[in-house]
Structures are given as structure tokens and as C-alpha cells.
């Protein structure tokens, strides 16, 4: 089964993306800050996140780390960015479950 790696600092967003992802039938791997997610990275095969962890530093940090694992990185944020970032996939936020689900199928493939 495919581990989603979702690092969300509001605890509330983190909950629904959780739920929506296991209920797709992903294992998922949660953080609230890059801190907390750096040490996750080499047990998932894909990462979903803020951008703002809380801070933009944070969040570049996390995708430079995601990179280098060789995770494919999903960006779902409210801001927009001012910058090409290395990332697979950038949705701006608010964002529908459906096509959230579509994307981590495209970016992941689908659950086992």
C-alpha cells in the first residue's frame, strides 16, 4: 500500500486530508511542521503539504528534502507561488476531495 506522507500545520485541514486519503484506501504518515516530517520521508512514497509550515522556509525545506528522497511532492496551498518550485503537482487551495483524490492517483498511482 502506497504511505502518503501529509504535513499540514492547521490540525483540523490535517484531519480531513487524513481521513479523505484513507478512506481512498492510502496508508498515511501525518505531521504538523517540516521538523516533524523530515524523519518520515524515507518511510512513504509520496508526499502532500502546505507550503506554509508555517513558515515558506519551512515548506522549501520539506521539498528540497522530498527531492532528494526522490518522493513525488504534492504542494496544496492558498498561496500562490511566486516561483517555479520543484515539485509534481501545485494546487491552489480550495480544492474539491475529488479532484485532490485525482491528482494523488495521478502523482502516487492508485492505492493497492
Given at each position: 500500500?502506497?504511505?502518503?506522507?501529509?504535513?499540514?500545520?492547521?490540525?483540523?485541514?490535517?484531519?480531513?486530508?487524513?481521513?479523505?486519503?484513507?478512506?481512498?484506501?492510502?496508508?498515511?504518515?501525518?505531521?504538523?511542521?517540516?521538523?516533524?516530517?523530515?524523519?518520515?520521508?524515507?518511510?512513504?512514497?509520496?508526499?502532500?503539504?502546505?507550503?506554509?509550515?508555517?513558515?515558506?522556509?519551512d515548506g522549501m525545506e520539506l521539498i528540497h528534502a522530498a527531492?532528494?528522497?526522490?518522493?513525488?511532492?504534492?504542494?496544496?496551498?492558498?498561496?500562490?507561488?511566486?516561483?517555479?518550485?520543484?515539485?509534481?503537482?501545485?494546487?491552489?487551495?480550495?480544492?474539491?476531495?475529488?479532484?485532490?483524490?485525482?491528482?494523488?492517483?495521478?502523482?502516487?498511482?492508485?492505492?493497492?
Amino acid at each position: 500500500m502506497a504511505k502518503i506522507l501529509v504535513v499540514e500545520d492547521e490540525p483540523d485541514q490535517l484531519a480531513v486530508r487524513r481521513q479523505l486519503l484513507e478512506q481512498a484506501g492510502y496508508e498515511v504518515i501525518s505531521a504538523r511542521s517540516a521538523a516533524d516530517a523530515l524523519p518520515q520521508l524515507p518511510n512513504c512514497q509520496a508526499v502532500l503539504m502546505d507550503l506554509r509550515i508555517p513558515k515558506l522556509d519551512d515548506g522549501m525545506e520539506l521539498i528540497h528534502a522530498a527531492k532528494a528522497a526522490s518522493a513525488p511532492i504534492i504542494v496544496l496551498s492558498g498561496a500562490e507561488s511566486d516561483s517555479a518550485l520543484p515539485v509534481d503537482q501545485f494546487v491552489t487551495k480550495p480544492c474539491s476531495s475529488r479532484k485532490l483524490l485525482e491528482i494523488v492517483m495521478r502523482v502516487c498511482g492508485p492505492p493497492e
